[in-house]
Nanobody
Framework: VQLVESGGGLVQPGGSLRLSCAAS????????MSWYRQAPGKERELVAA????????NYADSVKGRFTISRDNAKNTVYLQMSSLKPEDTAVYYC???????????WGQGTQVTVSS
């Protein structure tokens, strides 16, 4: 099983980034995919999640209206489109795959997002 995040970087406040997470080694379309983030000195928190078929999504209140999670099951990839970025969005962003049927869960290695002028 492998989850590989990409797309992080340095962006100015108000800017946009799109994160990608490419998955392999499991039946991607059967798993709920999520993005989490962890800022220095803080606990890891859920940012957004999407069901296997893509019909259901959930967002943290702090990112509603600014971030959009989506997935392409043909490409085994989940995305996080981030807009109107704020300095408080600075964190390491992690991709997670979780089976709604078993206890199986997998994490990516993370990608750094820094919002600063």
């Amino acid at each position: 099983v492998q989850l590989v995040e990409s797309g992080g970087g340095l962006v100015q406040p108000g800017g946009s980034l799109r994160l990608s997470c490419a998955a392999s080694g499991f039946t991607f379309s059967s798993y709920v995919m999520s993005w989490y983030r962890q800022a220095p000195g803080k606990e890891r928190e859920l940012v957004a999640a999407i069901t296997g078929g893509g019909g259901g999504t959930n967002y943290a209140d702090s990112v509603k209206g600014r971030f959009t999670i989506s997935r392409d099951n043909a490409k085994n990839t989940v995305y996080l489109q981030m807009s109107s970025l704020k300095p408080e969005d600075t964190a390491v962003y992690y991709c997670k795959a979780a089976s709604p049927f078993t206890r199986a869960a997998y994490w990516g290695q993370g990608t750094q997002v820094t919002v600063s002028s």
